[in-house]
């Protein structure tokens, strides 16, 4: 029984020292240099030891805008994805011909790259002196004058930033909720044909229970990844997202780190954990939720 004991060990070992190696030390330095008070990365010598970073990020407006804009990220782009694709993924199940087809046109966002998706919106969606941009041209039908969605009004410039992360998101999350739908067993459906349920009995009763697993999954990489947030921005309003007021925590982590006014990795490190004890909190809650609603 030892020696199986040991065995097993010794075939976690690898993963354990990777794990060891590029998570749990990364995570330790990091929370060490968050308490590293007056931080000189020249000298690489601090004056003392404390929670200063924490206060002056959390006083930082710069970081609240970045946190502010976060969570509406999060808020409005995680709830109208899953539901875009859980729409979409019902109806794609019930198309038998071309299916595979219509399946490949709304992937194809997925494996198209970040930044030129992103420099596709901002040509769609940016005034210039020549021209007011497609979506303008097709608002000026309704006769709305031109809005500037790049350089504009802040709630403009969100309602891209949303659109787009949905446009992005989107694909990934059909292909795994059309996999889910083909999964549930069709006697279900039958029986339920047979004794003249409601179509919206059926969902509610049949289809959300079955598929609650992926929903959950996607749920919580959904927060993950809108948490992640940052490549996106930049694709749409550059380099210098605090003048565009449309940074995000992974972006004022980076500046603090490499930006303009680089060379603070103390208060990077503070705000990379405030980040972490966000995602965790919101992790926890959701795991708590699932069981009650998640049927495995």
Same mark, same amino acid.
Request: hydrophobic content about 50%; aromatic content about 16%.
């Given at each position: 029984?030892?020696?199986?004991?040991?065995?097993?060990?010794?075939?976690?070992?690898?993963?354990?020292?990777?794990?060891?190696?590029?998570?749990?030390?990364?995570?330790?330095?990091?929370?060490?240099?968050?308490?590293?008070?007056?931080?000189?990365?020249?000298?690489?010598?601090?004056?003392?030891?404390?929670?200063?970073?924490?206060?002056?990020?959390?006083?930082?407006?710069?970081?609240?805008?970045?946190?502010?804009?976060?969570?509406?990220?999060?808020?409005?782009?995680?709830?109208?994805?899953?539901?875009?694709?859980?729409? =979409?993924?019902?109806?794609?199940? %019930?198309?038998? %011909?071309?299916?595979?087809?219509?399946?490949?046109? *709304?992937?194809?966002?997925?494996?198209?790259?970040?930044?030129?998706?992103?420099?596709?919106?901002?040509?769609? *969606? %940016?005034?210039?002196?020549?021209?007011?941009?497609?979506?303008?041209?097709?608002?000026?039908?309704?006769? $709305?004058?031109?809005?500037?969605?790049?350089?504009?009004?802040? $709630?403009?410039?969100?309602?891209?930033?949303?659109?787009?992360?949905?446009?992005?998101?989107?694909?990934?999350?059909?292909?795994?909720?059309?996999?889910?739908?083909?999964?549930?067993?069709?006697?279900?459906?039958?029986? $339920?044909?047979?004794?003249?349920?409601?179509?919206?009995?059926?969902?509610?009763? =049949?289809?959300?229970?079955?598929?609650?697993?992926?929903?959950?999954?996607?749920?919580?990489?959904?927060?993950?990844?809108?948490?992640?947030?940052?490549?996106?921005?930049?694709?749409?309003?550059?380099?210098?997202?605090?003048?565009?007021?449309?940074?995000?925590?992974?972006?004022?982590?980076?500046?603090?780190?490499?930006?303009?006014?680089?060379?603070?990795?103390?208060?990077?490190?503070?705000?990379?954990?405030?980040? *972490?004890?966000?995602?965790?909190?919101?992790?926890?809650?959701?795991?708590?939720?699932?069981?009650?609603?998640?049927?495995?």
């Amino acid at each position: 029984m030892k020696r199986r004991r040991s065995k097993g060990w010794l075939y976690l070992l690898p993963a354990i020292l990777l794990l060891g190696a590029f998570m749990v030390y990364p995570l330790i330095d990091v929370f060490i240099y968050s308490l590293e008070e007056g931080y000189n990365s020249a000298s690489q010598t601090f004056g003392g030891v404390g929670l200063y970073n924490y206060s002056h990020v959390l006083r930082d407006p710069y970081f609240m805008q970045a946190l502010r804009n976060t969570f509406i990220i999060v808020i409005i782009t995680v709830p109208v994805s899953t539901g875009l694709a859980l729409l =979409i993924s019902l109806q794609l199940s %019930k198309i038998k %011909k071309l299916q595979e087809l219509f399946q490949t046109v *709304f992937f194809l966002p997925y494996v198209t790259n970040t930044l030129a998706v992103g420099l596709v919106f901002m040509i769609l *969606f %940016k005034r210039t002196p020549y021209t007011d941009g497609l979506i303008n041209l097709m608002i000026s039908v309704f006769g $709305a004058g031109p809005v500037d969605f790049i350089d504009g009004p802040y $709630a403009a410039k969100m309602f891209v930033m949303c659109f787009y992360t949905v446009w992005v998101v989107l694909p990934f999350k059909i292909l795994i909720l059309t996999s889910a739908l083909a999964s549930v067993k069709k006697e279900y459906y039958n029986a $339920a044909r047979v004794d003249g349920t409601p179509r919206w009995r059926v969902f509610t009763k =049949i289809t959300l229970p079955a598929i609650s697993p992926m929903l959950f999954y996607l749920i919580i990489t959904g927060f993950i990844g809108a948490f992640k947030a940052y490549s996106d921005e930049v694709a749409l309003f550059g380099t210098d997202l605090n003048a565009a007021g449309m940074n995000t925590i992974v972006g004022y982590i980076y500046d603090m780190l490499y930006g303009n006014g680089g060379g603070y990795p103390s208060y990077a490190a503070a705000a990379a954990l405030i980040l *972490f004890a966000i995602v965790l909190t919101i992790t926890v809650i959701n795991l708590m939720v699932s069981r009650k609603h998640v049927h495995y």
